[in-house]
């Protein structure tokens, strides 16, 4: 089991830029493939982008493709999301998640953190 933190959220303007950052415990962090979801007020929690063991392989969703980007570092245990040119639809809480299996079966992340509230304003 690894244990999530994430930080990183704001308040930005639309076109800006934000990172998040989650920080894993654990020693098999770099076991587990590792991604970023997304709650929207009112919506059902939704996959952003996901990244496999090594850092080889990463996989978006169509809507930040382009202007998202996920990374992680083994040796410090922790995963990115670089978000730029954001918009006013960006806007929800962003959950770190991790997986013990293949990176792009979003469906079967868990071991979710507590989320960071990420606004965009227009």
């Known amino acids: 089991q690894v244990q999530l933190v994430e930080s990183g959220g704001g308040l930005v303007q639309a076109g800006g830029s934000l990172r998040l950052s989650c920080a894993a415990s654990?020693?098999?962090?770099?076991?587990?493939?590792m991604g970023w979801f997304r709650q929207a007020p009112g919506k059902e929690r939704e996959f952003v982008a996901t990244i496999d063991w090594s850092g080889g392989s990463t996989y978006y969703a169509d809507s930040v493709k382009g202007r998202f980007t996920i990374s992680r570092d083994n040796a410090k245990n922790t995963v990115a999301l670089q978000m730029n040119s954001l918009k006013p639809e960006d806007t929800a809480v962003y959950y770190c998640?991790?997986?013990?299996?293949?990176?792009?079966?979003?469906?079967?992340?868990?071991?979710w953190g507590q989320g960071t509230q990420v606004t965009v304003s227009s």
């Open positions: 654990g020693r098999t962090f770099s076991q587990y493939a």
């Open positions: 998640a991790a997986y013990s299996g293949t990176y792009y079966l979003t469906e079967r992340f868990g071991s």
